[in-house]
């Protein structure tokens, strides 16, 4: 790039969460300097700390002195999470057009031009989704399989790979997600109800540059119930009709066991009977009560209206 002009309000933002990415900020900074200076436009790169307690900062500041008019480092005054980070980085952009990634180098920055492309085709929000083999435990790739077809069904948001962190969004798009002030919702999400016009597209998928993964089984299955009950009214519906349904069964049971009563006397041993389908019908209501507290508990956070994080430090523009 033959200069960075314009830089309060460059035509592109890539937003970065990092946390505890000590081993890869060295080759992650390097790629992305690299593509972005190809792209030939004026660019930011948003870097996330969250609460990282090893380097992390300490390298992330070495780019930032090394390149200042490309780097802003937002520092996080503890751990508030990939959602809380990448929200954050969302407030702080000064582009028109913002990219989204993960600091894993599991999409590697080499395929920013792609969603690039897409954009300047007229598309306000641009998808991706894994190409070929998944680099991730086996276990990771079947529960996002699993969770896929869910949401899709459940929510009607039609995303291919939802664990798949880069995507391209335009301006309007982060404003009206940033507007919406959802505590828990999925970005993705959101900006797929946003937009007006939407893609997909295919990313290589690399190994993990180096070190473990974050996100666990209990972060995939939070995220679910965050879909589930962020975007949509259908598991307390489904909920109330199976309910219904074990109302009537229950209700052809005491006609049966009633008329038994009187036409062939007393079951001395359906007692056992009796308890498991109490148990049964106990087992459901506490799935219910579970259910209901999913939604109870969202509202519960918005109203408590604390911060999402707090920022300890924002280091730009050479300050």
Same mark, same amino acid.
């Given at each position: 790039m033959d200069s960075q002009k314009n830089l309060d309000h460059? !035509?592109?933002?890539i937003v970065v969460p990092a946390y505890n990415e !000590?081993?890869?900020?060295? !080759?992650?900074c390097s790629r992305l300097v690299a593509v972005l200076e190809?792209?030939?436009?004026t660019f930011e790169i948003v870097i996330v700390n969250d609460g990282s307690q090893d380097n992390s900062l300490q390298k992330l500041? !070495?780019?930032?002195k090394k390149y200042p008019k490309y780097f802003r480092i937002?520092? %996080?005054?503890?751990n508030f999470g990939h959602h809380n980070a990448l929200w954050a980085g969302f407030e702080h952009v000064r582009g028109d057009v913002i990219i989204s990634m993960d600091a894993d180098l599991q999409n590697p920055p080499e395929e920013l031009p792609k969603l690039l492309e897409k954009v300047d085709e007229g598309y306000d929000y641009v998808g991706s989704y894994r190409l070929g083999k998944r680099q991730d435990a086996k276990w990771r790739d079947w529960a996002s399989k699993i969770d896929n077809k869910l949401r899709g069904k459940i929510t009607d948001i039609r995303m291919s790979d939802q664990g798949c962190m880069l995507r391209a969004y335009r301006r309007s798009i982060i404003e009206a997600i940033i507007r919406c002030?959802?505590?828990?919702a999925f970005i993705p999400a959101l900006a797929y109800k946003f937009a007006s016009k939407y893609t997909e597209i295919g990313m290589r998928h690399a190994p993990r540059f180096?070190?473990?993964?974050k996100y666990g089984l209990y972060y995939l299955l939070r995220t679910h119930f965050d879909l589930m009950t962020? %975007?949509?009214?259908v598991p307390l519906q489904l909920f109330t009709l199976f309910g219904f349904t074990l109302s009537g069964f229950s209700l052809l049971l005491v006609i049966y066991m009633f008329g038994r009563r009187i036409f062939i006397g007393p079951e001395a041993e359906g007692v056992f009977t009796l308890f498991a389908l109490m148990f049964f019908m106990v087992s459901v209501a506490i799935v219910g009560i579970g259910l209901i507290g999913e939604y109870v508990g969202r509202m519960y956070q918005i109203l408590q209206k604390r911060p999402r994080y707090i920022l300890k430090h924002l280091y730009e523009d050479g300050k």
């Open positions: 460059p !035509e592109l933002s !000590e081993p890869n900020i060295d !080759e992650l190809n792209t030939h436009r500041l !070495e780019w930032y937002l520092d %996080f005054n503890g002030g959802d505590y828990t180096q070190g473990e993964t962020g %975007f949509s009214l």
